[in-house]
């Protein structure tokens, strides 16, 4: 069952990691695509298994951290594949000019 949007924002009376989830796999995170996370140890579950949930305020700042779209988050892609794309460009120059001047001086 999916939960309303503003629960999953932290406004329901308490929040938990499950309605974070479900909120970063619909695509509200400031760096994620609306996609399920495949991961093997679903949000939340090493903190539960340890025996120390996070408190409702605790999810309630990773939400408002997680879902936030000023661009903050630290994994935010602000360029796309641009920069990845003209760096690798470079190093194919830089690697041809070097084989080139190593050729020459043989």
């Keep these: ?6 629960h999953a924002r932290g406004h329901g009376a308490q929040p938990n990691v499950a309605q974070l989830k479900e909120a970063l796999d619909r695509g509200e995170g400031a760096d994620k695509v609306a996609f399920p996370d495949p991961a093997a140890s679903p949000l939340g579950t090493d903190a539960e298994a340890g025996g120390a949930p996070p408190s ?10 997680e879902t936030s779209r ?4 630290p994994h935010s892609p602000k360029g796309g594949a641009m920069p990845l794309v003209l ?3 470079a190093l194919i120059a ?3 000019l070097v ?4 050729m020459a001086s043989l």
């Design 94 to 96: 830089v690697s041809g």
């Design 87 to 89: 760096g690798f460009l």
């Design 70 to 73: 000023g661009g903050s988050a």
């Design 1 to 6: 069952m999916q939960q309303k949007s503003g």
């Design 99 to 102: 084989t080139a001047l190593i």
């Design 56 to 65: 409702p305020q605790e999810v309630r700042q990773a939400i408002a951290a």
